[in-house]
């Protein structure tokens, strides 16, 4: 089991930036795979991106191609979420959670953060 702790949300304008980190507790970091989820207001979570062990391999959700990367440093246990182009569609509460299996289905993840909110205003 490994525990989560996000930060880094925040509000912040249409077109801007922001960088989500979840720093993980724990010496096996690196034996799981990191995935971003959110969930917005009366919607159920939904895969945003998600990073093998070695960081060798990431998947994104097609909405956040191209404006989102994800990203990990196992010598400090954190994976990252950074968030280019927002838009009011991406406002949220981000999650990260952890996998021993790769994949985008929310069911896989056994360890999840308590979220941290994000809101794109227009």
């Known amino acids: 089991q490994v525990q989560l702790v996000e930060s880094g949300g925040g509000l912040v304008q249409a077109g801007g930036s922001l960088r989500l980190s979840c720093a993980a507790s724990g010496r096996t970091f690196s034996s799981y795979n990191m995935g971003w989820f959110r969930q917005a207001p009366g919607k159920e979570r939904e895969f945003v991106a998600a990073?093998?062990?070695?960081?060798?391999?990431?998947d994104y959700a097609d909405f956040v191609k191209g404006r989102f990367t994800i990203s990990r440093d196992n010598a400090r246990n954190t994976v990252f979420l950074q968030m280019n182009s927002l838009k009011p569609e991406d406002t949220a509460v981000y999650y990260c959670?952890?996998?021993?299996?790769?994949?985008?289905?929310?069911?896989?993840?056994?360890?999840w953060g308590q979220g941290t909110q994000v809101t794109v205003s227009s």
């Open positions: 959670a952890a996998s021993r299996s790769p994949g985008r289905v929310v069911t896989l993840y056994n360890d």
């Open positions: 990073i093998s062990r070695s960081g060798g391999s990431t």
